[in-house]
């Protein structure tokens, strides 16, 4: 362990299992690729063990090194080449990052036009994040920018809210990479995006006499989405 389909969080602690067949001596060497073992990094070492006995390795605080392509290897390190062994994981894993939104929470009124910062809080560098909204409670998700740029730590994206009028809407973030987007994934609870309207007349301390049939009452609004006004006082 691990043989491969394991999904490993950055920063998290895991075992590295492995029996030997016979009693070497001194350490192995414990390394990990995030390339299919094309190159290999980390220099950990652990008693080798004795025959047919299971060996643990307590890997604590896994690098931010997010791959589909992981691999461990472990290598006998007694300088003699005739006896020396090594082996790997069967198949890849994964390391991989995690995302928490913190920006809509939801049930905010978020209106047309408007400039809202998307924000989020990953566990490694999950990069990069796709940015989508929904109109229908998440059945279905519409494209704010599919390639944006993450960190490990905080992140924002400034948003200019569409010209949308609904009461079910969610925002989400996910690693933009296929290998990790259902897993990586975080998304608001259910907020408004509405048009906003701005009364320009009459304006505030006005004279309007009872009576009078020719005072103007006028107003903008954001977005396309208003068909008709209700008017009241």
Do not use: H
Request: hydrophobic residues 30%; glycine residues 8%.
């Amino acid at each position: 362990k691990p043989n491969g389909a394991e999904s490993w969080l950055k920063g998290s602690n895991q075992q590295i299992n492995w029996t030997p067949a016979g009693t070497y001596p001194g350490n192995v060497l414990i390394q990990y690729s995030n390339n299919s073992g094309t190159t290999w990094k980390g220099n950990y070492n652990a008693p080798a063990g004795t025959d047919n006995v299971a060996q643990t390795y307590n890997w604590t605080n896994l690098p931010d090194d997010i791959s589909e392509n992981c691999t461990v290897k472990i290598s006998t390190q007694t300088g003699n080449s005739s006896i020396d062994v090594s082996d790997t994981s069967n198949a890849t894993f994964k390391i991989k990052g995690q995302v928490d939104l913190t920006l809509p929470v939801g049930n905010e009124t978020w209106y047309v036009n408007q400039t809202k910062l998307v924000t989020w809080d990953s566990i490694g560098t999950v990069n990069p994040v796709s940015i989508q909204y929904s109109i229908n409670n998440g059945s279905s998700w519409i494209d704010i920018n599919t390639s944006y740029p993450g960190v490990d730590g905080s992140n924002n994206y400034s948003w200019t809210i569409p010209d949308r009028k609904n009461e079910t809407c969610k925002v989400r973030v996910m690693d933009a990479r296929s290998a990790f987007s259902s897993e990586v994934v975080s998304a608001s609870g259910v907020f408004r995006i509405r048009p906003q309207i701005n009364v320009t007349q009459p304006t505030a301390g006005q004279v309007v006499f009872a009576g009078s049939t020719d005072t103007s009452i006028n107003w903008t609004y954001t977005g396309t989405k208003i068909n008709y006004v209700s008017i009241d006082y």
